[in-house]
Protein backbone atom coordinates (compact mmCIF):
# COMPACT_ATOMS: atom_id res chain seq x y z
CA UNK A 1 0.00 0.00 0.00
CA UNK A 2 1.24 3.41 -0.53
CA UNK A 3 -0.96 5.84 1.79
CA UNK A 4 -0.57 9.87 1.86
CA UNK A 5 0.14 11.08 5.19
CA UNK A 6 -2.94 13.22 4.81
CA UNK A 7 -5.35 10.31 3.79
CA UNK A 8 -7.68 9.58 6.43
CA UNK A 9 -8.38 5.27 6.22
CA UNK A 10 -10.28 3.65 8.88
CA UNK A 11 -8.54 1.02 10.21
CA UNK A 12 -11.21 -1.48 10.18
CA UNK A 13 -11.19 -0.64 6.04
CA UNK A 14 -9.95 -3.52 3.65
CA UNK A 15 -7.18 -2.35 1.61
CA UNK A 16 -5.66 -4.84 -0.90
CA UNK A 17 -2.07 -4.92 -2.03
CA UNK A 18 -0.39 -2.23 -4.26
CA UNK A 19 -3.33 -0.18 -3.59
CA UNK A 20 -2.34 4.17 -4.13
CA UNK A 21 -4.37 6.00 -1.73
CA UNK A 22 -3.16 9.99 -2.63
CA UNK A 23 -3.58 13.20 -0.84
CA UNK A 24 -6.51 14.52 0.95
CA UNK A 25 -8.90 11.38 0.27
CA UNK A 26 -11.19 9.73 2.94
CA UNK A 27 -11.97 5.94 3.26
CA UNK A 28 -14.37 5.15 6.00
CA UNK A 29 -15.07 1.80 7.81
CA UNK A 30 -16.75 -0.38 5.57
CA UNK A 31 -15.34 0.00 2.52
CA UNK A 32 -13.24 -2.84 0.40
CA UNK A 33 -11.05 -2.10 -1.86
CA UNK A 34 -9.17 -4.27 -4.39
CA UNK A 35 -5.64 -4.82 -5.14
CA UNK A 36 -3.60 -1.91 -7.87
CA UNK A 37 -6.89 0.37 -7.36
CA UNK A 38 -5.46 3.84 -7.24
CA UNK A 39 -7.73 6.83 -5.07
CA UNK A 40 -5.43 10.08 -7.34
CA UNK A 41 -6.47 12.90 -4.44
CA UNK A 42 -9.74 14.39 -2.99
CA UNK A 43 -12.00 11.43 -3.30
CA UNK A 44 -14.11 10.17 -0.53
CA UNK A 45 -15.23 6.62 -0.20
CA UNK A 46 -17.70 5.64 2.91
CA UNK A 47 -20.78 3.47 3.44
CA UNK A 48 -20.44 -0.62 2.48
CA UNK A 49 -18.50 -0.14 -0.22
CA UNK A 50 -16.50 -2.62 -2.73
CA UNK A 51 -14.06 -1.50 -5.17
CA UNK A 52 -12.46 -4.10 -7.44
CA UNK A 53 -8.99 -4.37 -8.71
CA UNK A 54 -7.27 -1.89 -10.94
CA UNK A 55 -9.70 0.68 -10.81
CA UNK A 56 -8.65 4.43 -10.70
CA UNK A 57 -10.46 7.32 -9.18
CA UNK A 58 -9.63 11.25 -9.80
CA UNK A 59 -10.12 14.30 -7.63
CA UNK A 60 -13.12 14.76 -6.15
CA UNK A 61 -15.04 12.01 -6.64
CA UNK A 62 -17.32 10.25 -4.41
CA UNK A 63 -18.39 7.17 -3.83
CA UNK A 64 -21.13 4.74 -1.45
CA UNK A 65 -22.44 8.44 -0.23
CA UNK A 66 -26.18 8.14 1.11
CA UNK A 67 -29.07 7.95 -1.85
CA UNK A 68 -30.38 11.22 -2.58
CA UNK A 69 -33.99 9.75 -1.65
CA UNK A 70 -36.59 11.59 1.44
CA UNK A 71 -37.04 7.93 2.36
CA UNK A 72 -33.79 6.54 3.20
CA UNK A 73 -32.98 5.88 6.95
CA UNK A 74 -29.90 5.59 7.17
CA UNK A 75 -29.76 1.68 6.22
CA UNK A 76 -26.54 -0.28 5.54
CA UNK A 77 -27.09 -0.75 1.89
CA UNK A 78 -24.05 -0.92 -0.67
CA UNK A 79 -22.05 -0.09 -3.69
CA UNK A 80 -20.45 -3.19 -5.54
CA UNK A 81 -18.21 -1.75 -8.49
CA UNK A 82 -16.32 -4.01 -10.46
CA UNK A 83 -12.24 -4.31 -11.74
CA UNK A 84 -10.72 -1.67 -14.32
CA UNK A 85 -12.79 1.17 -14.07
CA UNK A 86 -11.88 4.72 -14.54
CA UNK A 87 -13.87 7.42 -12.61
CA UNK A 88 -13.17 10.81 -13.56
CA UNK A 89 -13.30 14.14 -11.31
CA UNK A 90 -16.45 15.12 -9.63
CA UNK A 91 -18.11 11.47 -10.26
CA UNK A 92 -21.33 11.12 -7.74
CA UNK A 93 -21.79 6.85 -7.22
CA UNK A 94 -24.91 6.86 -3.95
CA UNK A 95 -25.75 3.31 -2.48
CA UNK A 96 -29.00 1.58 -2.88
CA UNK A 97 -31.93 1.71 -0.63
CA UNK A 98 -33.77 -0.54 1.70
CA UNK A 99 -37.31 0.11 -0.56
CA UNK A 100 -35.13 -1.01 -3.71
CA UNK A 101 -32.44 -3.45 -4.59
CA UNK A 102 -30.19 -2.30 -1.58
CA UNK A 103 -27.29 -2.13 -3.86
CA UNK A 104 -26.21 -0.15 -6.47
CA UNK A 105 -23.76 -2.02 -8.83
CA UNK A 106 -21.56 -1.05 -11.47
CA UNK A 107 -19.67 -3.83 -14.05
CA UNK A 108 -16.19 -4.00 -15.16
CA UNK A 109 -13.96 -1.94 -17.77
CA UNK A 110 -16.47 1.25 -17.45
CA UNK A 111 -15.91 5.12 -18.31
CA UNK A 112 -17.46 7.34 -16.00
CA UNK A 113 -16.45 10.82 -17.19
CA UNK A 114 -16.56 14.24 -15.48
CA UNK A 115 -19.69 15.04 -12.96
CA UNK A 116 -21.43 11.92 -14.41
CA UNK A 117 -24.03 10.74 -12.01
CA UNK A 118 -24.95 7.31 -10.55
CA UNK A 119 -27.90 7.15 -8.52
CA UNK A 120 -28.90 4.84 -5.96
CA UNK A 121 -30.15 1.09 -6.95
CA UNK A 122 -28.83 1.45 -10.26
CA UNK A 123 -27.60 -1.66 -12.29
CA UNK A 124 -24.69 -1.23 -14.68
CA UNK A 125 -23.24 -3.60 -17.11
CA UNK A 126 -19.33 -3.75 -18.47
CA UNK A 127 -17.51 -1.60 -21.14
CA UNK A 128 -20.17 1.28 -20.88
CA UNK A 129 -19.10 5.02 -21.52
CA UNK A 130 -21.02 7.79 -19.68
CA UNK A 131 -19.82 11.20 -20.88
CA UNK A 132 -19.46 14.31 -18.93
CA UNK A 133 -22.79 15.26 -17.07
CA UNK A 134 -24.75 12.47 -17.42
CA UNK A 135 -26.95 11.62 -14.80
CA UNK A 136 -28.59 8.18 -14.02
CA UNK A 137 -31.75 8.66 -11.70
CA UNK A 138 -32.43 5.64 -9.00
CA UNK A 139 -33.34 2.37 -10.41
CA UNK A 140 -31.81 2.74 -13.78
CA UNK A 141 -30.59 -0.29 -15.49
CA UNK A 142 -27.85 -0.23 -18.18
CA UNK A 143 -26.56 -3.18 -20.05
CA UNK A 144 -23.11 -3.54 -21.67
CA UNK A 145 -21.42 -1.64 -24.30
CA UNK A 146 -23.75 1.24 -23.99
CA UNK A 147 -22.52 4.82 -24.69
CA UNK A 148 -24.54 7.44 -22.77
CA UNK A 149 -24.09 10.73 -24.34
CA UNK A 150 -22.91 14.36 -21.97
CA UNK A 151 -25.49 16.14 -20.68
CA UNK A 152 -28.31 13.09 -20.85
CA UNK A 153 -30.78 12.71 -18.35
CA UNK A 154 -32.04 9.35 -17.44
CA UNK A 155 -35.87 9.01 -15.81
CA UNK A 156 -35.88 6.44 -12.75
CA UNK A 157 -36.45 2.89 -13.73
CA UNK A 158 -35.54 3.35 -17.43
CA UNK A 159 -33.66 1.00 -19.11
CA UNK A 160 -30.96 1.05 -21.45
CA UNK A 161 -30.07 -2.15 -23.32
CA UNK A 162 -26.50 -3.92 -24.55
CA UNK A 163 -25.30 -2.20 -27.54
CA UNK A 164 -27.25 1.11 -26.97
CA UNK A 165 -26.14 4.74 -27.86
CA UNK A 166 -27.88 7.60 -26.90
CA UNK A 167 -27.15 10.96 -28.24
CA UNK A 168 -25.66 14.07 -25.79
CA UNK A 169 -28.41 16.23 -24.56
CA UNK A 170 -31.13 13.40 -24.47
CA UNK A 171 -34.17 13.27 -22.30
CA UNK A 172 -34.88 9.62 -21.43
CA UNK A 173 -38.22 8.64 -19.90
CA UNK A 174 -38.94 5.33 -21.52
CA UNK A 175 -36.86 2.32 -22.47
CA UNK A 176 -34.17 2.36 -25.30
CA UNK A 177 -33.84 -1.09 -26.42
CA UNK A 178 -30.42 -2.93 -27.16
CA UNK A 179 -28.74 -2.62 -30.36
CA UNK A 180 -30.12 1.02 -31.33
CA UNK A 181 -29.61 4.56 -31.26
CA UNK A 182 -31.95 7.12 -29.44
CA UNK A 183 -31.36 10.68 -29.46
CA UNK A 184 -33.66 13.87 -29.76
CA UNK A 185 -33.53 16.22 -26.72
CA UNK A 186 -36.55 16.00 -24.88
CA UNK A 187 -38.42 12.58 -25.04
CA UNK A 188 -35.62 11.28 -27.11
CA UNK A 189 -36.46 8.78 -30.08
CA UNK A 190 -34.98 5.99 -31.55
CA UNK A 191 -32.85 6.53 -34.75
CA UNK A 192 -32.36 2.68 -36.18
CA UNK A 193 -29.72 0.54 -35.27
CA UNK A 194 -26.69 2.00 -33.73
CA UNK A 195 -24.44 -0.15 -36.87
CA UNK A 196 -21.08 1.97 -36.34
CA UNK A 197 -20.69 0.01 -32.85
CA UNK A 198 -21.91 -3.25 -33.86
CA UNK A 199 -19.55 -3.50 -36.62
CA UNK A 200 -16.51 -2.68 -33.88
CA UNK A 201 -18.17 -5.07 -31.48
CA UNK A 202 -17.60 -7.59 -34.76
CA UNK A 203 -21.42 -8.06 -35.67
CA UNK A 204 -21.07 -9.33 -38.91
CA UNK A 205 -23.30 -8.14 -42.08
CA UNK A 206 -26.00 -10.98 -41.63
CA UNK A 207 -26.48 -10.39 -37.74
CA UNK A 208 -26.71 -6.80 -38.22
CA UNK A 209 -29.12 -7.18 -41.79
CA UNK A 210 -31.75 -9.60 -39.35
CA UNK A 211 -32.31 -7.00 -36.39
CA UNK A 212 -32.33 -4.43 -39.14
CA UNK A 213 -35.12 -6.29 -40.70
CA UNK A 214 -36.91 -7.15 -37.16
CA UNK A 215 -36.43 -3.39 -36.09
CA UNK A 216 -38.11 -2.37 -39.30
CA UNK A 217 -40.94 -5.30 -38.44
CA UNK A 218 -41.48 -4.16 -35.13
CA UNK A 219 -41.28 -0.08 -35.49
CA UNK A 220 -42.01 0.94 -39.38
CA UNK A 221 -44.72 -0.94 -40.76
CA UNK A 222 -47.61 0.23 -39.10
CA UNK A 223 -48.54 -2.97 -36.46
CA UNK A 224 -49.43 -2.69 -33.09
CA UNK A 225 -46.38 -3.24 -30.62
CA UNK A 226 -47.63 -6.91 -29.52
CA UNK A 227 -48.70 -7.76 -33.01
CA UNK A 228 -45.00 -7.06 -34.22
CA UNK A 229 -43.53 -8.76 -31.55
CA UNK A 230 -45.42 -12.24 -32.53
CA UNK A 231 -44.50 -11.29 -36.19
CA UNK A 232 -40.91 -11.13 -35.26
CA UNK A 233 -40.61 -13.94 -33.17
CA UNK A 234 -41.86 -16.09 -35.99
CA UNK A 235 -39.83 -14.41 -38.88
CA UNK A 236 -36.56 -14.47 -36.59
CA UNK A 237 -37.06 -16.89 -33.64
CA UNK A 238 -33.73 -18.44 -34.54
CA UNK A 239 -32.32 -15.28 -34.29
CA UNK A 240 -30.76 -14.99 -30.59
CA UNK A 241 -30.16 -10.95 -31.44
CA UNK A 242 -33.33 -10.68 -32.32
CA UNK A 243 -34.70 -12.92 -29.03
CA UNK A 244 -32.39 -10.42 -27.06
CA UNK A 245 -34.84 -7.74 -28.52
CA UNK A 246 -37.77 -8.88 -27.89
CA UNK A 247 -37.56 -10.16 -24.55
CA UNK A 248 -36.51 -6.50 -23.87
CA UNK A 249 -39.53 -5.39 -25.37
CA UNK A 250 -42.18 -7.71 -23.59
CA UNK A 251 -40.45 -6.49 -19.97
CA UNK A 252 -41.19 -3.13 -20.38
CA UNK A 253 -42.60 -1.33 -17.50
CA UNK A 254 -42.46 2.37 -18.95
CA UNK A 255 -43.11 2.02 -22.24
CA UNK A 256 -40.22 2.01 -25.06
CA UNK A 257 -38.60 5.17 -27.03
CA UNK A 258 -41.18 6.16 -29.92
CA UNK A 259 -39.13 6.02 -33.01
CA UNK A 260 -38.29 8.58 -35.66
CA UNK A 261 -39.28 8.74 -38.67
CA UNK A 262 -35.72 9.00 -40.27
CA UNK A 263 -32.67 6.83 -40.05
CA UNK A 264 -29.61 8.61 -39.28
CA UNK A 265 -26.73 8.09 -41.59
CA UNK A 266 -23.62 6.58 -40.27
CA UNK A 267 -22.21 9.70 -40.76
CA UNK A 268 -24.70 11.57 -38.54
CA UNK A 269 -24.48 9.06 -35.55
Known sequence: MNIHPTAIVHPKA?????VVIGPYCVVGEHVTIGDQTELVAHVCVEGHTEIGRCCRFYPFVSIGTPPQHLQYKDEPTRVCIGDHNIVRENVTINRGTAFGSGVTRIGHHNFFMAYTHVAHDCELGNHIVMANAANLAGHVSVGSSVVIGGLVGVHQYVRIGEYAMVGGCSALGRDVPPFVRAAGGYRAQMFGLNTIALRRHGFSGARMNTLKAAFELL???????????KLARNEYGESTDVMTFLTFLESTSRGICQVSSRELDDEEE
Open 14 to 18: TVGED
Open 219 to 229: FRQGHRLQEAI
